[in-house]
Structures are given as C-alpha cells and as structure tokens.
C-alpha cells in the first residue's frame, strides 16, 4: 500500500472501526460512496443502478460513454445519451446508427454483455427497486 492510500484510511471514518493489516489474498476496496461510481458490473455495462437490477429487457443496449460526464440523480448513474434529442431514439435505432462507433458502448460486442445480472424475479416491482437504490446510496 502506498503512503498516499495510508494517510487516506487514516483518515477516514471507518478507520475508527478497522485496521490495515498485511493480507496474502485480495484486498477489496472499501464500498463506501460505490452507489456513485458508475459505470457498474465488471465491464461497465450497466450505468446506472436503475438497470442494475433488471428485468433484462429494460437494460440499455447501447449507451454514449462521452454522456458519463452527466450525472442521472433519478437513475443514479450516468446519463445514457449526450444529445438529449436521441433519448427518444430506440436501441434498435441507435444500434443501426452508433452500434459500430466506439464512443458508444454497445453490449452486443464481444465481452460487453450486461446479461446474466437479472434479479428482477425477487424485486419484481419498481418500488422495490426505488428502496433497493436508496438502500445502496446509505453505504
């Protein structure tokens, strides 16, 4: 660990409730604030917790990665679109039109999928979801 890192635990408010100590396996990351640290799933594919969920025919299939400058606070993520004028575009229609550019991340590529993270069966409504995101904004 770097001195940097150390002085930046120490400081911090779970400092007062744990150590730094010499591990010989992974060392995660503290999940403090992670509800804001989209792009979310190991490759990015999903930005924002809204989706994160399910159901899989809700989650985007293409996204503009420059639109990551904006914050969405209603889907707590990143916005998915630049241009606000192709929000009212379709996937299909963005998929003819941008599916091959690489500014846009496109989950049809070979290691982008967002599928296999459904857990819309057990949430099953979007009010559970709604307390789900607000749940997660507490860590």
Request: aromatic share 10%; hydrophobic share 35%.
């Amino acid at each position: 660990m770097s001195r940097g890192f150390i002085n930046a635990f120490e400081k911090s408010p779970i400092a007062n409730e744990g150590a730094l100590i010499k591990s010989r396996g992974y060392a995660a990351t503290p999940l403090t604030g992670i509800w804001a640290n989209y792009p979310y799933l190991d490759n990015g594919s999903v930005r924002t917790l809204y989706h994160l969920p399910g159901p899989e025919s809700e989650k985007p299939k293409i996204f503009h990665v420059l639109a990551a400058r904006r914050f969405d606070r209603e889907r707590v993520g990143q916005v998915l679109r630049a241009n606000p004028e192709h929000d009212r575009w379709s996937d299909t229609d963005l998929l003819r039109r941008f599916g091959e550019d690489r500014d846009w991340f496109n989950v049809n590529r070979p290691g982008s999928s967002n599928e296999g993270h459904d857990m819309w069966a057990r949430i099953k409504t979007d009010g559970n979801r709604r307390a789900l995101i607000e749940y997660l904004k507490t860590l």
